[in-house]
């Protein structure tokens, strides 16, 4: 028996590992294939109420070009601000080097040598090397959504095919209970997609007027790239947070400055996403957030960017239709958030 149950075991988890490395090695596919099917699931109602009112090609496309306005729109918004925030760069590259060096000088006086050998190597074309970086992965970030957006238009026309063969299929109980979890996680995709608006835009807002405060020349841009990062739990937010810091040290010529403005963002992430957030959605939602930020780190590990952002969603998605099978029911009630026992009691 010991033995039977150590093979089991193993297998199961030689079979995980397979797993994880086929998913990572079909990102390509998988991944957008994955958002694909997410938009399709926040969407479909849309394009269902559309169908009512008027011709089912129509209104596909009616629903896929204001899908496409909307991501056009949020990219770019991050490429107007982030190509803003490079040229402000190359502009003043020489106060981000005196910004460092009085800061090595600090740490130096006070007998902490950590930052020498990064003082060695820093200059301005490691700086501008770093943004030029960024940007080129638009290009990949705009030949993943046109892949993704070849999906949606094929997955659209296919939604009611797909239901149809549902509900014949010869066992009707799970057909009904797989278009019953179907129509649950699309719901639960839209209330996601709300919350994540509401958050980014408070939070963008809020760094808007942080950055007034300050006096930036890039307040509005911050304000703009902190409400698209925000849609990206946990990194997005890093990244809205760090940038301005450094580049208030460069507008100040002043790490002190730079300091006082990193805990103001921070302290903006900890009560919009920290706080505010998990308790809008985890009464919405019921989802743990420490498994949302394993998700988020495992599938931002197998797919990058995209799978940062993907990785909520594929974890509800998870959760919602262990909810309805009886055999993986308690599985997702251990992985729910605490208000989904407060609810039920």
């Not at 030689?14 to 694909?36: E, G, K, N, Q």
């Not at 399709?40 to 011709?55: G, H, N, S, T, Y």
């Not at 729109?73 to 060096?101: D, E, K, T």
């Not at 029911?329 to 208000?339: D, I, N, S, Y």
Request: hydrophobic share 60%; aromatic share 14%.
């Amino acid at each position: 028996m010991t033995g039977d149950r150590t093979l089991t075991v193993l297998v199961a988890l030689f079979t995980a590992i397979a797993a994880v490395a086929a998913l990572y090695a079909a990102s390509s596919i998988l991944a957008p294939v994955t958002f694909a099917l997410f938009i399709i699931a926040v969407v479909w109602p849309v394009q269902r109420e559309l169908q009512a009112r008027m011709p089912r090609l129509l209104a596909m496309a009616v629903t896929v070009l204001a899908t496409i306005f909307v991501v056009t729109v949020l990219l770019s918004v991050v490429i107007w601000g982030g190509s803003r925030a490079g040229q402000w760069l190359i502009a003043n590259g020489a106060r981000f080097q005196a910004v460092y060096s009085e800061l090595a000088a600090w740490l130096k006086g006070h007998d902490i040598f950590v930052a020498s050998l990064f003082t060695e190597h820093f200059n301005m074309s490691w700086l501008i090397r770093i943004v030029q970086t960024i940007g080129a992965r638009f290009h990949t970030v705009l030949t993943f959504a046109v892949v993704t957006l070849v999906f949606v238009i094929l997955g659209l026309l296919e939604v009611e095919a797909s239901r149809r063969k549902l509900e014949q299929l010869q066992n009707r109980r799970i057909g009904k209970a797989l278009l019953i979890a179907c129509a649950d996680t699309s719901a639960k995709f839209q209330k996601y997609m709300l919350i994540r608006t509401i958050m980014s835009v408070a939070t963008g807002a809020a760094v808007w007027v942080l950055a007034s405060l300050y006096g930036s020349p890039l307040a509005l841009e911050w304000g703009l790239i902190a409400f698209v990062l925000n849609y990206i739990p946990f990194l997005g937010p890093l990244f809205a947070t760090v940038f301005p810091t450094f580049f208030t040290a460069a507008q100040f010529e002043s790490w002190q400055m730079a300091l006082t403005m990193f805990l103001g963002l921070n302290a903006i992430q900890f009560m919009l996403g920290s706080y505010l957030e998990p308790l809008i959605a985890g009464k919405a939602l019921s989802i743990s957030p420490f498994m949302v930020l394993f998700a988020v780190f495992f599938w931002s590990f197998l797919w990058g960017v995209p799978g940062a952002f993907i990785g909520a969603p594929i974890l509800i998605a998870c959760l919602t239709f262990a909810e309805h099978s009886s055999s993986l029911r308690p599985m997702a009630a251990l992985f729910a958030g605490t208000e989904a026992d407060g609810d039920r009691t």
